[in-house]
């Protein structure tokens, strides 16, 4: 299989942080990118860091360490409208996608 | 249109028979990604168009699967001789370029939710 792993399920409470990790091995890197998806619905782009360090962008930050093969999501100040899945891909060499299964996360009030 | 659009939303058939999916990408976008996807995983690519052409076809699991870009705008997903390990959510996604950094970020669709009995 693909060589990408995240944590299959997460449960944090509203207000709280939560920190998604993502490890990836390939040869070829273009980038790693972090998506979220409701239920029953498409992937919608979230982040997309080339470059090692830390994004950030309102609630929602994303890090990478290429020499670790490692990223994170990180989501601050959780509401229940971030009840979703979230998935992590690497670009390979070939500019495809490589996709991990999805980390879906539950928010309790 | 604003965003990538998917017809049907949902499509239900029998075993044996041919479907066609399509995905309308946002206009300007060259690049177009087929992928389908069943619950609790990631997307699997099926087929990448850089234009009208097929770029990388790799992801097709056999010849039953095949798909057309003509103009370089609408793509058609083909499936002949449906199978019930066919059911899945077949997802279109469109970038600007292919290959290019902060270009190549994929804007997906809602989906075809396709079902064989």
């Known amino acids: 299989g693909q060589n990408i792993d995240q944590p299959t399920e997460m449960t944090a409470t509203e207000g709280a942080i939560v920190q998604i990790n993502c490890t990836y091995q390939?040869?070829?890197?273009?980038?790693l990118f972090w998506y979220q998806q409701h239920a029953g619905e498409a992937p919608t782009f979230l982040s997309y860091n080339v470059l090692d360090g830390l994004e950030e962008k309102g609630r929602f930050s994303s890090f990478l360490s290429r020499s670790k093969g490692y990223s994170y999501l990180l989501l601050k100040e959780l509401q229940m409208k971030d009840s979703a899945s979230y998935l992590c891909a690497y670009m390979d060499s070939n500019h495809q996608l490589i996709w991990g299964a999805g980390t879906k996360l539950i928010i309790k009030p | 249109g604003a965003g990538v659009s998917q017809t049907p939303s949902n499509k239900v058939t029998e075993k044996g028979k041919y479907v066609e999916l399509r995905c309308d990408p946002i206009?300007?976008?060259?690049?177009l990604y087929w992928y389908r996807q069943s619950l609790g995983q990631g997307p699997e690519f099926l087929i990448y168009?850089?234009?009208?052409?097929?770029?990388?076809d790799s992801g097709l699991p056999n010849d039953r699967f095949f798909a057309v870009r003509p103009e370089g705008s609408v793509s058609t997903l083909k499936i002949q001789r449906t199978e019930r390990g066919d059911s899945a959510v077949y997802l279109c996604?469109?970038?600007?370029?292919?290959?290019?950094?902060?270009?190549?970020?994929?804007?997906f669709g809602p989906g075809t939710r396709l079902t064989v009995l």
């Open positions: 996604a469109s970038s600007r370029a292919s290959g290019i950094p902060n270009a190549d970020t994929q804007y």
């Open positions: 390939t040869s070829g890197f273009n980038g």
């Open positions: 168009f850089q234009g009208t052409g097929a770029a990388d």
């Open positions: 206009s300007g976008h060259t690049a």
